[in-house]
């Protein structure tokens, strides 16, 4: 099946024969026989019909979306190295933990000195409508960055602070919001990476980051449920498998977002800075021991309603 490319550059081509014959055929009828062309060159397809055809490919083309990636994953769930992973990749340029609404960076006690975080400013300046003002200045500055990236030669990849849209509000979200502002401007392309729950959300209480209620396991479950529900199967990967076979998966996940591949980055990976970096103390890439289980929480395990399903989706015990 021939590309969109190949198919303007066809009508292009016959486009421009058509006009070359019609020229022809406004020369005298013995010019026309010296050079072959048949006397009811008028029959042929209308010319100005194809350029008309060829206007609107190119208007289609110009008003395609641009893409823009991005990864999810919830906190303590192995994102940070993932996302450290992706940078590695050639031509990659990735902006971690973005929201354009999350306020758990804000000092809680007195404001935090972030002279370039207008966001947050226009927070501690109670500002009216402040939220309608932070999604314009976050839908600017990632435009901003995806052009300078873009003009660069080079992709931009967004990692999304997942954990403020399942992990912090009683209202589950329908859909990331930095997907839902982007989706009006770009073909937004996504993946989601997980870690088995009983792992991840030990980690969340070891870190003190639960932030929802009730502080429980099966609550996280329950909107670990939510979110998952809102990829394809083949958007979702697992952090468990990522780190048996990092080169398989990051391959995968690559492909998935149409960027470019390079085996070296479990080398490379070490020297990229991202937020979020509190976990593993070892650059080598590889499955870890679980952390020894309290009983209270084995019970709190045994007890939820939600782990059996994503254990029977996703393999996880």
């Known amino acids: 099946m021939p590309s969109s490319f190949e198919e303007f550059k066809r009508l292009l ?17 013995n010019e026309s026989e010296n050079i072959g062309v048949p006397d009811n060159i008028e029959t042929i397809v209308d ?45 990659v340029f990735l902006l971690s933990e973005v929201h ?17 975080d207008i966001v947050s400013l226009s927070k501690y ?8 003002l932070a999604k314009k200045i976050f839908k600017q500055s990632i435009d901003a960055v995806f052009e300078h990236v873009h003009e660069s030669g080079g992709h931009l990849v967004l990692r999304d602070h997942t954990h403020s849209d399942f992990n912090v509000s009683e209202k589950l979200p329908q859909k990331s919001v930095v997907s839902q502002i982007l989706s009006e401007s770009y073909d937004v392309k996504s993946i989601l990476t997980i870690r088995n729950p009983i792992d991840a959300y030990a980690s969340l209480v070891k870190n003190n ?20 529900s809102q990829f394809s199967d ?6 468990e498998d990522f780190t048996a076979k990092p080169h398989n998966e990051m391959m ?7 960027l470019p591949y390079d085996e070296s980055f479990d080398i490379l990976y070490p020297i990229f800075r991202v937020t979020g970096d509190s976990g593993r103390s070892s650059n080598i890439i590889g499955p870890r021991s679980r952390r020894q289980l309290d009983e209270a929480y084995q019970n709190e395990i045994k007890m939820s309603e939600s782990f059996p399903k994503i254990s029977a989706k996703f393999g996880f015990n």
């Open 234 to 239: 083949d958007e979702i990967f697992l952090y």
């Open 125 to 132: 300046a109670s500002v009216p409508n402040q939220k309608t």
């Open 252 to 258: 995968k996940m690559t492909e998935k977002l149409n």
């Open 100 to 116: 354009p609404y999350s306020d758990l960076a804000l000092g809680r006690e007195k404001p935090k000195y972030s002279p370039s």
């Open 13 to 29: 081509d016959e486009s421009v024969g058509l006009i070359e014959a019609s020229s022809v055929s406004s020369l005298k009828p």
């Open 47 to 91: 010319t100005n019909s194809l350029l008309v055809r060829c206007e609107q490919a190119c208007q289609k083309h110009s008003s395609r979306k641009p893409t823009i990636r991005i990864i999810h994953h919830l906190a303590c769930s192995g994102g940070t190295l993932i996302s450290k992973c992706m940078s590695a990749m050639p031509n």
């Open 209 to 228: 980051w639960v932030h929802f209620s009730p502080k429980s396991f099966e609550e996280y479950c329950r909107r670990f449920l939510v979110l998952v």
